[in-house]
Structure formats: structure tokens, C-alpha cells
């Protein structure tokens, strides 16, 4: 089976947890024997491929499914739909959708509007989670026996991570509080750094910065037991290292689908301090991760402070997220794509 795999046009001029996601399914999908790779739309007619699996439903990539299904192309979607998007804000986005086309006379559409059409245009939809199933059928009208839930996975390097490597390479004791993440108000590391004053631990931020956000990053180094370090490569044994030198993991994000970072902590045996803004399942993860309000900063530092000192045994953070694997995520994958063919 052959499955062209595609985003958005400048997805990859970054990097970020999407980007993993896709590279890691795509690698898993390649062990299995299927020929899934990233297609490049400009140079290969999707009608090469047996099928089509785009991953997120925004920046125009209803336009993708558009197209694949008028050649006649099964396709899957990853909509990676955020948790705020719940059956309210649908119906008032559906609202403004016809407000903004009876203003233009239909020759505007909302971002609901391109997001629904990706949706409604696929075959399957794969939602990271039951509260991304729950955001995809109550904002957007879609049936749920067409959302297949599938999790991400973590590679087995996390598993296995010493933290020696990372604290001897830049000169850090462990224990340190980590947030790895691109530098953004979105992510609000600025909370993080507010939050941790006095309590008497550094903060290592890892991630890269972009330069719209350069003011961003000197308010955090403004605090002085704020280090950013800058951005690792995914594969880097020291991104591993790092999770598991630190003593809590934080990201305290405005909004998150199914973080890897959060996953990949807990995988290398460090507890976790995150935004309730997500759509994980945490039924497994229980006493190995606290939810807080980003905006609420006491409640961070509260969360943090329960963590270092008594924090969760490494053995429970690591069973926490045992069972996830990407050959997981391919076998599950493979079987919806062949019974999405075999029902064309």
C-alpha cells in the first residue's frame, strides 16, 4: 500500500511536536512494509498513492482533502482539534460562518468553516484522544464512528535515558526544573519562570526561538535562575538525558492536543506539571501528573513544590506511559487504512 502523507506547505521550516508525530508515524509505518512516505504535492499526482493521510485541519489543508477526494482518493485525517473547540463554541462559530456569508455574499470563509470541511471530507479521522473525539463530535457534527482514537507513541530511547550525559555537558546539578518547548507566550514560559521564583531551583528551558519572540525570551532571562539552552535535535541523546536529570517537568502551555514532551518525561522517569488545557487521557498517569490553570501562577509553583518534595517513584511515571509505542501507533493505523480501501 502506498500513502502520501501531507500538511501544510511550510510545516517543516519548524520544529515541533507535529513534525515529530508525522516522522515517527511515517518511520513506524515504513517498519510495517508500507510504503507511506511525506508526498510532495508539486512534483507527484496523488493518484500514485493508494491513499492519503493529511495531519492537521487547519492552514488550508481542506484544500488537500478537497483534492484527493476528487480523485477519487481515500483519505485519513489527523485534525489535531484543540480542547477548547466543545459543542457551545461550535454552534456559535456556525453562527458567525453564516453571519460572515451573508456579509460577503459567501465569498469569505471561517477558519470553522475550513477546519469542517477537512472533517467532513475524510473517511476516517484519527483523534489523539477521547477529549479530542469528544471536540471533533460535538463542535463539528461528525458521527463518532468515524473518529478512531490512537495516542501517539514515545520511542524506547526515553525509556532508558540517564541523566548524566546532559547535567556532566552543561554543567548541572539534578533535580533542575525543565519545560522543552518552542519559546511563545503560547507556550507561556513566563508563567514557569514567575512561578519558580525562590523556590530555590534553576529552570532549563529548551526549545528554539524564533526571532518575532526574541523580547519573549530576554523577559524570561531576565530571571536570573532562568537558562535557556536552545533548541536540541529530536534524535539528540541529550534531549533524553535531559528528562531524566530533571526533578518536574513543566509546560504550562494555553492550550495543548497530546503533548509528546509530556509523554516523553514521563517515559525517562520524571513527574510532570502541565496545563489543563489538553486533550490526554491522564486515567493512567495519576499521581505522576498535575494539571494547573496557565494562567494561574501560584498554582504552578504549588503543583512544582508537591513534586520536589516527594516526588512520585521513577518506576511509576515510566509504567505510566508503558504501553505507548509508534509500532503501536503503525499497526492500528495500518489496519484503519486497509479497511478504509478495502471499503472503497
Known sequence: MKVAVLSYPMLFQNKGGLQVQIR??????????????????????????????????INGNHRMVEQARAQGLPVVVSPLIRPHWNGRLGWLARRLETLVG???????????????????GADALIALGDVEKDSIVEAFGVAPTRVHVIPNGIPGRFFDA?????????????????SVATISPHKNQLAL?????????????????????????DSLLAHPHV?????????????????????????????EVMPLSVMESLAAGTPVVMTRE???DLSRMQGAVREVVPQDEEAIRHALLEFINEPPPATACRNAVAGYSWDAVAETLADCYREIVSAR
Open 162 to 178: 540517564d541523566p548524566t550525559p546532559f547535567c556532566t555537558a552543561y554543567g548541572l546539578a539534578p533535580g533542575f526544573v525543565l
Open 193 to 217: 519562570a514567575r512561578a519558580t521564583a525562590g523556590i530555590g531551583r534553576q529552570v532549563v528551558l529548551i526549545g528554539p526561538q524564533l526571532g518575532s519572540e526574541r523580547d519573549y525570551l
Open 102 to 120: 451573508r456579509l460577503t455574499r459567501w465569498n469569505v470563509k471561517t477558519e470553522y468553516q475550513q477546519i469542517e470541511t477537512c472533517l467532513r
Open 278 to 280: 489538553h486533550c490526554m
Open 227 to 255: 537558562r535557556y539552552l536552545g533548541p536540541l535535535e529530536y534524535e539528540n541523546p541529550l534531549l533524553a538525558s535531559a528528562y531524566a536529570g530533571a526533578g518536574v517537568f513543566c509546560l504550562p502551555a494555553l492550550s
Open 24 to 57: 515517527e508515524t511515517v518511520a513506524a509505518l515504513q517498519r510495517l512494509g508500507i510504503d507511506a512516505r511525506l508526498a510532495d504535492p508539486v512534483r507527484e499526482p496523488l493518484t500514485d498513492f493508494d491513499l492519503v493521510h493529511v495531519f492537521s485541519a
